[in-house]
């Protein structure tokens, strides 16, 4: 009787450790930078961090990255995604006519040249909230089915999700970096990816939820708050650029004085304080990937095929790294 008892308690402890985290075991972390249709990359990297079978705890992503992440975290896997992204469905979620395609590459490539076509033309300050070629209903719509069809709740803290997951986005009144951790997860991730005069902004709670790349777009620094020991970082950036400031020789020209008095984020055009933070995150991640995209831009949506592929290479070129990650986080 003593000996069935002993048994009893024995396995119930058992079962009770195997349900408690292993507090002892490093935590890695995933970071997906955003790029617009260059996201198609993360997933060809996904499928070798996939492979090298390290475990993921959690999920930090930006822009096309929080898309990415969020449905890594509902339980997607790269092979799925693979699929999305290849779809006919996926490509015209996401472009809508040559005239958002071209504005949307000069927002990214030349913001200099974007200011001067736009000055004039909006009244910011009444229209901000409601500006954007794309409304973006489309895409939330989609990203609902995906949650839905994962059997997702909406409405809930991230940290419930198959893997913790947090999106990077900005606010633009304040013009400052928002962390959304609970919420509506479609729409969160809309709001992550909604690049400034493209997409329109989120309201949330008082806030117009824009691209979190505009301040945070390899957002590593996120990953170490959560407590992350180790950080995989996945960045789509591929012209680099020093912290210095874009050059005081904007501030004499009249349509840059004229949009500052009306749109306060405009100094971010000038000062650009997401390069030394985006400069930093690099430095700071375990394992860096950044696959090469030469001839690739937030619109290349027609070379999906090609940046999967450059994904798969730069994962494969990555897995002994990630191997090793794999055995550090099992030591502990």
Known sequence: MYLCSMKRLLIILMCVMAALPMSGRKKVALVLGGGGAKGAAEVGVLKYIERSGVPIDMVVGTSIGSVVGGLYCMGYSADEMDRLFR?????????????????????????????????????????LKDYGIVKGDSIVGFLNKMVSARGECMQSSFDSLRVPFRAVAVDLKAMDEVVIRQGDLPMTMRASMAIPLVFRPVQKDGMLLADGGVLNNLPVDVARNMGADIVIAVDLTQNKHDDSQVGSELLNKSYVTKLLERVPWVNWLLKRPDREKYNQNVKDADVYINPRLDNCSVTSFAKVDYMIGQGEKAGKAALKKLKKVKKKAKKG
């Open 87 to 127: 779809s006919q469905e996926w490509i015209d979620l996401f472009t809508d006519g040559v005239s958002v395609e071209s504005l949307l590459n000069e927002v990214a490539e030349s913001p200099k040249s974007a200011l001067q076509k736009i000055t004039g033309l909006l009244d910011f300050k009444s229209m």
